[in-house]
């Protein structure tokens, strides 16, 4: 069956930077869409960032444009979110998403596989 397994979260000052990663299997990972998702303590599931099946496409919340990259490796069947400038506010478990071609990016029911998510805490 597919498996979506985030790894990398952990605790971090304001400021400093974090490399999650999200390994796949069993499913033909260059032919999804993927986008990482957050949930803060008390709040919604936020879109956080997308990127196509080719790495031609990619998206982002406003709240983290300009410190977070979103990219994959289609021969290892991973994607990774490099997180920059971390802010408190940036501190939610962040989960990996996988979708066919997702309309909009930010449509948490256009996903059809998603990680446990993995745990990022900002401290100041």
């Known amino acids: 069956q597919v498996k979506v397994v985030e790894s990398g979260g952990g605790l971090v000052q304001a400021g400093g930077s974090l490399r999650l990663s999200c390994s796949v299997s069993g499913l033909t990972f260059h032919g999804y869409a993927m986008a990482w998702f957050r949930q803060a303590p008390g709040k919604e599931r936020e879109a956080v960032s997308y990127?196509?099946?080719?790495?031609?496409?990619?998206d982002y919340a406003d709240s983290v444009k300009g410190r977070f990259t979103i990219s994959r490796d289609n021969a290892k069947s991973t994607l990774y979110l490099q997180m920059n400038s971390l802010k408190l506010e940036d501190t939610a478990m962040y989960y990996c998403a996988a979708a066919g071609d997702p309309r909009p990016w930010t449509a948490e029911n256009e996903y059809r596989y998603w990680g446990q998510g993995t745990l990022v805490t900002v401290s100041s």
């Open positions: 990127i196509n099946y080719n790495s031609g496409t990619t």
